[in-house]
């Protein structure tokens, strides 16, 4: 088993930065992918960015640039820089682990943070 935990959202204005954090607890080495997702008000959840143990990362086309995940494996914590941020990029953010166990994959969430950017 796995547990999320964020941090780090909060309100910004636009062309502000912010750092989200997730720190994992359980069974941290057994994790593949791990990554943010968001969910915007009356929007389906989308993929932001992910990194894989060995450090291969994956972005949103709409985030390339903008943001950066990033993985400290001795900590079990990841976490996404957000810069230049963007009234759009306001959302619930979520953290996601996915773990590969008894033949099949299993995605862990956690709670969700909040980013609201004004204009």
């Known amino acids: 088993q796995v547990h999320l935990v964020e941090s780090g959202g909060g309100l910004v204005q636009a062309g502000g930065s912010l750092r989200l954090s997730c720190a994992a607890s359980?069974?941290?080495?057994?994790?593949?992918?791990i990554g943010w997702f968001r969910q915007a008000q009356g929007k389906q959840r989308e993929l932001v960015a992910t990194?894989?143990?060995?450090?291969?990362?994956n972005y949103a086309d709409s985030v390339k640039g903008q943001f950066t995940i990033s993985r400290d494996n001795a900590k079990n914590t990841v976490y996404l820089q957000m810069n230049s941020l963007k009234p759009e990029d306001t959302a619930v953010y979520y953290c996601?682990?996915?773990?590969?166990?008894?033949?099949?994959?299993?995605?862990?969430w956690g709670q969700g943070t909040q980013v609201t950017v004004s204009s």
């Open positions: 990194i894989s143990t060995g450090g291969s990362t």
């Open positions: 996601n682990a996915r773990t590969f166990q008894s033949g099949r994959w299993n995605d862990f």
């Open positions: 359980g069974s941290f080495q057994i994790i593949s992918d």
